[in-house]
């Protein structure tokens, strides 16, 4: 299993010269953010929390020709840059925010962290949605104000520009919805206490559903699943999942309960299987690879079962827990002798 020291490799690589500095944007430097007393807790992704780990690496963003690596260090000083950016556009605390993202990319990670260090929840929106729909969508959901990353845009009909900010030097816009009071059927019931996020169900057994999650149904399943896979700062978590598809913040929150490092890949699965696996398990044995890997048994197909036998459970290879969606494997491979259901 896992030792519980972090990984030597990955001290190494988080040396000064191998984190990416965050942009400062704003009248504010990280340091004048100070999110108060009051408005401090226990939860696994709060920012007192997790400065701790402080030069542990917290995101390693692979690609050609080398990983980008954002420490928690790193990390807590752009969440606070964010939070203030939320503040000065008068994003109330506690309000929602909906997601238009491309991918994951450390930027998209530090935006859901200054969200819920905003005291708010996070709404991961279909990049296809358009416009009009996710307008009805977001007013539906209760929610206001919409981030978006990258190149995606929003059209002004629904969407209003309120400003935009770099993050690691991607562009990151802040939108406010354009709702008449006839429009849609704004959400009326009362959200849960401690939100968390709000995700949209598939539709396949009729019309989606809008479901919202409190943080309390998430941390007790993080902290027993971290006990039962035994997880610690030397691991390395694949940051595969769609952010649309809830079992996304298992990836998320086991590493911020953890310490542990979240590695994103550019490459999306089902474009090129051969590239994700040489991402997830490099040949060159001076970079790391994952050791805990989530999917659909669909996916994992997709790495052939030549490469699935001599590079993903080979006793060589770096992979220490398999989590399927609803089966969490908790032992070594090839050898496995228990499984976790749930």
């Known amino acids: 299993m896992a030792s519980d020291g972090m990984n030597p490799q990955l001290a190494a690589d988080s ?6 500095t965050p942009q400062n944007v704003g009248t504010k430097t990280p340091a004048d953010v100070d999110l108060g007393e009051s408005e401090r807790s226990d939860k696994l992704y709060d920012i007192d929390r997790i400065r701790a780990f402080e030069d542990v690496p917290f995101l390693i ?9 954002v420490t928690y260090g790193d990390a807590v000083e752009q969440i606070q840059v964010l939070v203030d950016f939320l503040r000065t556009n008068e994003v109330p605390a506690g309000a929602g925010i909906a997601l238009r993202i491309t991918e994951h990319t450390p930027a998209t990670s530090l935006m859901i962290l200054a ?8 709404f991961p929106t279909d990049k296809m949605t358009l416009s009009q729909d996710l307008c009805v969508q977001m007013s539906t959901a209760g929610v206001d104000y919409l981030l978006v990353n990258k190149h995606l845009t929003v059209a002004p009909l629904y969407f209003t520009l309120l400003d935009s900010i770099l993050v690691f030097e991607e562009d990151c816009r802040l939108y406010t919805v354009k709702v008449k009071s006839t429009d849609h059927a704004v ?4 959200l849960p206490a401690n939100m968390c996020y709000t995700i949209s169900t598939t539709g396949t057994t009729g019309k989606p559903k809008l479901i919202h999650v409190p943080y309390e149904c998430i941390a007790p399943n993080i902290v027993g699943l971290s006990q039962k896979l035994n997880v610690s700062m030397a691991d390395i978590i694949y940051l595969g999942t769609p952010i649309t598809f809830d079992p996304f913040v298992v990836e998320f929150f086991l590493a911020l309960q953890n310490g542990a490092t979240l590695l994103t890949s550019r490459h999306s699965m089902r474009d090129s299987p051969s590239k994700v696996l040489s991402a997830l398990f490099p040949d060159n044995l001076a970079t790391p690879g ?44 090839p050898a496995m002798s228990s499984s976790l259901l749930g």
């Open 15 to 20: 040396s000064p010269g191998h984190g990416h």
């Open 61 to 69: 963003s692979r690609m050609e020709p080398k990983d980008t690596i």
């Open 115 to 122: 969200i819920l260090n905003n005291k708010g929840h996070f």
């Open 187 to 190: 959400q009326t019931k009362p």
């Open 290 to 333: 994952i050791t805990i890997l989530q999917m659909t048994p669909s996916l994992f197909r997709q790495f052939g079962a030549s490469s699935i036998r001599e590079r993903v459970l080979s006793r060589s290879s770096s992979l220490r827990c398999f989590l399927i969606y609803c089966s969490l494997v908790a032992n070594h491979f």
